[in-house]
């Protein structure tokens, strides 16, 4: 079974990107979908987009999100459905050399999820997640192992009062 989200789809380098619907699967093993609350923009979503930085497309930027966990594959240990969450686009594998010596920021297997497509078009072409991530949608597919869960009781969203600026 699969969701359909509406999502900022980048098609090529340089291009604007335009809002299209994506297929993500059912979460599949150690797998999580969370559905998005908000979206952080960085400098290297212009990178990735402009082809500064190597990107497969069609892609789903943005690598800095927060969210509510929706649902979970088989074997997505420590997370469940409800959980309010950060997405972690680099997420350590705890178990490569790096990892087991107290260096998971150099975890060779960090950026996997990147690799790979996530979701498809309404057409059936691929589409990938932007630093494994996909931030820029109403909801993703990424790793359990890259949540990081929010406190009990926390809102994934500042509240307006706050007055946000650019």
Known sequence: MTTTVKA????????APRIDEVALPDPGPGQVRV???????????LSLSDGTLPQPMPAVLGHEGVGT??????GAEGVEPGQRAILNWAPPCRSCWFCEHGEPYLCEYATEAARNPYAALSDGTPVYAG???????????????????LPEGSTPVPPRSWG???
Not at 8 to 15: L, Q, R, Y
Not at 35 to 44: F, I, K
Not at 131 to 149: N, R, Y
């Open 131 to 149: 630093l494994g991530t996909a931030a820029f949608a109403e909801a993703t597919i990424v790793p359990a192992k890259a949540i990081v869960p």
């Open 35 to 45: 559905r998005l609350a908000a979206a952080g923009v960085c400098h290297s979503d």
């Open 8 to 15: 900022a789809v980048f098609t090529g380098s340089g291009e």
């Open 164 to 166: 946000a600026r650019c």
């Open 69 to 74: 966990v929706e649902a979970t594959g088989p």
